[in-house]
Structures are given as structure tokens and as C-alpha cells.
T-cell receptor, first 115, second 113 residues
Framework: AQSVTQPDIHITVSEGASLELRCNYS??????LFWYVQSPGQGLQLLLK??????LVQGIKGFEAEFKRSQSSFNLRKPSVHWSDAAEYFC?????????????FGGGTRLMVKP | DTGVSQDPRHKITKRGQNVTFRCDPI?????LYWYRQTLGQGPEFLTY????????KSRLLSDRFSAERPKGSFSTLEIQRTEQGDSAMYLC???????????FGSGTRLTVV
């Protein structure tokens, strides 16, 4: 079975600073990988996804993520954080072998942005 | 297309009562998923439909839970004899299939008192 670890429960960065959120996964085959963002009381919005091909993936809102197979990681980055980026971020892995492609989520990282 | 809709947004119920939630997926999406999210945690998979067929159920889905998608369009999730441990956000998502991400609804927050 697949699993996802997000080692940082909370991260605080200053507005304008760069951001990296860590995600490590466990899965025996080539995974499908996702990053979602959730604002308080809301559903999840897809930031970006990786299925195959180029290991550097561009997403919405200026986010990018890099798939590193050797490290089983899919870290999310943004060069300059805006106050509106404060939210909870979830990394997820989908089982490529499974017809239903159910997602397994990490525990999330709560991002706070200092003015 | 208005995305994935869930109703109600909030539900407060007394322990032991039955509740039912509705999800309307994006119309051309044939896959529909239910997830549960408790406070401070990531969403956990409950069940999945391909059109009207329920193809996978998690061990989290006890016999008090039942989900249907009668015509392959909207879906309902019913919880019978609710318990305080059922308090959570129930998220619905839909997808076109492999190679596509999910689109989530805004969720139904259930509070059992």
C-alpha cells in the first residue's frame, strides 16, 4: 500500500520569501503525485500533478514541484510567497496500478505567512 | 460547469440520528469518490464509483455507512445511527479517469452532538 509523509506540520515564512514544502512517498511502482491546497472550511484545490515525463512540474499560482525518484520525494516550491498563500497544503499519491486511482494523502503542512 | 457541489455545507445532528449527504459531480466525470477528513488530518478514502457501480470501499466504511450513485450522476452518502466519532468533513470528488486529477467539492461538515 502507498503512503505519504509530510514532515513539517507547520511552516512560517515571510511574505516575499521562498518556500519549499516537503513530501515523501512510498509506493512500489511509478506513482501519480499531486499537491492540493485547502483554505479553512473549504474543499481541496489542485495545484499541480505529476504522471510521467518532465520531473519538474509547473502548477497554478506560481507553484512548481520536482519529482525525485531516487529520494521518493515530490517537494513543492514557490520563489516568492504572497500573504494569500497562507493555507494548508496536502501532498497525495495515486496508485497507478489501481483502476480506481484512489489517492492517499499526507497529513498536511499548514503555511503561515508573516507580513 | 459549476464544479462539484455538495449539500448541505454543514449538518449538526444528535447521536443516533441518520444523516444523508448529496454530491453532484462534474457532469462528464464518470468517477466519483467520497473522502473523510478529520481536524488536522489529510483526507481518507471511503469509497469510489465508476458510473453507477461502487467498485471500492475502504475498511473505514462501516456497515452504518452506505453510498449510492443510482444513475451514474449524483451520489448520496448515508450514515445511520451516527456516533460522535463520525464528526468530520465529508468530501466528494469527481474525475474523468486515469491521467486526470480529482476535482473536489467544498465538503459537508458533520457535527454529532
Amino acid at each position: 500500500a502507498q503512503s505519504v509523509t509530510q514532515p513539517d506540520i507547520h511552516i512560517t515564512v515571510s511574505e516575499g520569501a521562498s518556500l519549499e514544502l516537503r513530501c515523501n512517498y512510498s509506493y512500489g511502482a511509478t506513482p501519480y503525485l499531486f499537491w492540493y491546497v485547502q483554505s479553512p472550511g473549504q474543499g481541496l484545490q489542485l495545484l499541480l500533478k505529476y504522471f510521467s515525463g518532465d520531473t519538474l512540474v509547473q502548477g497554478i499560482k506560481g507553484f512548481e514541484a520536482e519529482f525525485k525518484r531516487s529520494q521518493s520525494s515530490f517537494n513543492l516550491r514557490k520563489p516568492s510567497v504572497h500573504w494569500s498563500d497562507a493555507a494548508e497544503y496536502f501532498c497525495a499519491v495515486g496508485a497507478s496500478h489501481n483502476a480506481g486511482n484512489m489517492l492517499t494523502f499526507g497529513g498536511g503542512t499548514r503555511l503561515m505567512v508573516k507580513p | 460547469d459549476t464544479g462539484v457541489s455538495q449539500d448541505p455545507r454543514h449538518k449538526i445532528t444528535k447521536r443516533g440520528q441518520n444523516v444523508t449527504f448529496r454530491c453532484d459531480p462534474i457532469s462528464e466525470h464518470n468517477r466519483l469518490y467520497w473522502y473523510r477528513q478529520t481536524l488536522g488530518q489529510g483526507p481518507e478514502f471511503l469509497t469510489y464509483f465508476q458510473n453507477e457501480a461502487q467498485l471500492e470501499k475502504s475498511r473505514l466504511l462501516s456497515d452504518r455507512f452506505s453510498a449510492e450513485r443510482p444513475k451514474g450522476s449524483f451520489s448520496t452518502l448515508e450514515i445511520q445511527r451516527t456516533e460522535q466519532g463520525d464528526s468530520a468533513m465529508y468530501l466528494c470528488a469527481s474525475s474523468l479517469g486515469d491521467g486526470h486529477g480529482y476535482t473536489f467539492g467544498s465538503g459537508t461538515r458533520l457535527t454529532v452532538v
